[in-house]
């Protein structure tokens, strides 16, 4: 895999404490943040009257307030008081075109003049799917609007196909809101359950616990824990669904052998194996990590950066997977599946933006942020490290390795929202949840880009460091 990680840095004698001075770190920076943008602010008020929470997800309920944007260019973003910033939020990961490319405007600007809704098939539906069989290895696809969408039908057809209804997943990954995967995505400390045999915890309300009981959890790259829930219970795991990197606790990467022990285990008991892809196709290389690990899952779900910022999403399946669909066996639709708007927009980012030389320029920047930042804590001995794979990125504040979501949640966020704060007073929009999301290098971004990221990381730790 093309991957970087950092020497951890230590500093002196036991675990390092955060500094004492780190909530009036964060005070300063939230002040600067709010009076930077008074528009943001009225936005807010205004919206808390027609939009539940002000926001139009929860995910945008930020602190100390939600960001309100004007529209974007390139490698920057604009918000409604007319500050710049570099984007490396990329929308969660989906704009990895950056911001009104001129392939992904034209082939939508294209498409509208055309129509923008049949619910029929439209050529660029097959050249999308071609595409994606080329890069992901797996024979026949269907689409889809959100990852969640392309999730949930992972998991029915598991079921489908194998007439079981328990599935696994992952303690600490997120696969979409539906009921089956709303286990166990960000429990707290006290709900975990015992190192070995995590507890299966609703992660909302309104998810019942009799769909909880058939979803049972794992660590990541815990093997041995998957052999045992698949030895005591034969007959009755449909599969498992799995961030091949995990993305929701930052970036943890698979250990050597752990994906295609997962395959054999779960072929060898007759259960299927799902990556959800929708964070790491094409982010993590051409052909997601199905393609830098060498392991071709039953299912691929891929969403986000295969748009060019457009929502749409898309499922692959092996031959005898698929055949499922193709027979009647499980009814995969939706009125805006392979809608000709999302289609032409696809086409367009696999073709024409995701190219050989785009990942070479998106390499040539990843080291430049990560040798960046690698400096910039061994300058100021801040106890952190950097992971990074593809086009994309983060940094651990911990001096130690990350292999699950027990370690992950041994890391205080407090320095993650100060890092934040720090970035986006310095004109860098990062994602708001620091310590779970990651930095996105999208085709369009430069050095310069990169350059104003490092010096903002280097301001940040200087100031950790008093």
Request: hydrophobic share 40%; glycine share 12%; aromatic share 6%.
């Amino acid at each position: 895999m093309t991957t970087q990680q950092a020497a951890p840095i230590r500093l002196p004698g036991p675990r390092t404490e955060a500094p004492v001075n780190l909530p009036d770190i964060i005070a300063q920076q939230e002040e600067i943040f709010v009076q930077r943008q008074p528009e943001s602010r009225r936005m807010a008020s205004r919206a808390g009257h027609a939009l539940a929470g002000g926001v139009t997800s929860s995910w945008q309920s930020t602190r100390p307030q939600p960001v309100w944007l004007s529209h974007g260019r390139g490698s920057k973003i604009y918000d409604v008081d007319g500050n710049e910033y570099v984007d490396l939020a990329g929308g969660y990961g989906a704009a990895m075109a950056g911001h009104g490319h001129p392939a992904i405007v034209e082939a939508v600007r294209g498409q509208v003049g055309l129509g923008t809704h049949f619910a029929q098939p439209t050529r660029n539906a097959i050249i999308v799917a071609e595409e994606l069989s080329v890069r992901f290895g797996l024979p026949q696809w269907r689409f889809g609007n959100s990852g969640t969408e392309v999730t949930m039908d992972a998991v029915h057809l598991m079921r489908a196909i194998t007439g079981r209804d328990a599935i696994i997943k992952v303690e600490g990954c997120y696969h979409g809101h539906h009921d089956s995967v709303q286990v166990s995505v960000c429990p707290d400390a006290d709900e975990v359950g015992p190192p070995g045999q995590p507890r299966s915890v609703p992660s909302s309300t309104g998810i019942p616990k009799a769909i909880t009981d058939l979803t049972l959890v794992v660590g990541f790259n815990d093997l041995p824990a998957v052999a045992r829930l698949l030895e005591g219970n034969p007959g009755k795991i449909a599969g498992m669904i799995v961030e091949p990197i995990m993305m929701n606790s930052g970036i943890i990467l698979p250990q050597p052998g752990y994906l295609a022990g997962l395959q054999e285990l779960l072929h060898a008991h007759g259960a299927l194996l799902t990556f959800d892809e929708v964070k790491t196709g094409l982010t993590a290389g051409p052909g997601g990590v199905t393609g830098l690990s060498g392991v071709t899952p039953d299912i691929i779900c891929l969403a986000k950066a295969i748009g060019g910022g457009v929502a749409v999403a898309a499922i692959g399946g092996s031959a005898q997977v698929m055949s499922h669909v193709t027979d009647g066996g499980y009814e995969m639709v939706g009125t805006f599946n392979g809608n000709p708007l999302a289609m032409a927009a696809c086409r367009a980012m696999l073709c024409e933006v995701a190219t050989p030389a785009a990942y070479q320029r998106v390499e040539a920047l990843r080291l430049r942020a990560v040798e960046g930042l690698q400096r910039e804590i061994a300058r100021t001995g801040l106890s952190a490290h950097v992971v990074s794979v593809g086009a994309k990125g983060c940094v651990v504040f911990s001096a130690g390795p990350v292999s699950d979501f027990r370690d992950f949640l041994e890391i205080d966020d407090s320095c993650s929202h100060a890092h934040w704060l720090f970035q986006h007073n310095g004109g860098v929009f990062l994602p708001p949840w620091g310590k779970t999301e990651q930095w996105l290098i999208s085709v369009q971004h430069d050095e310069a880009d990169i350059d104003r990221f490092v010096d903002n990381f280097g301001t940040f730790a200087t100031a950790m460091r008093g």
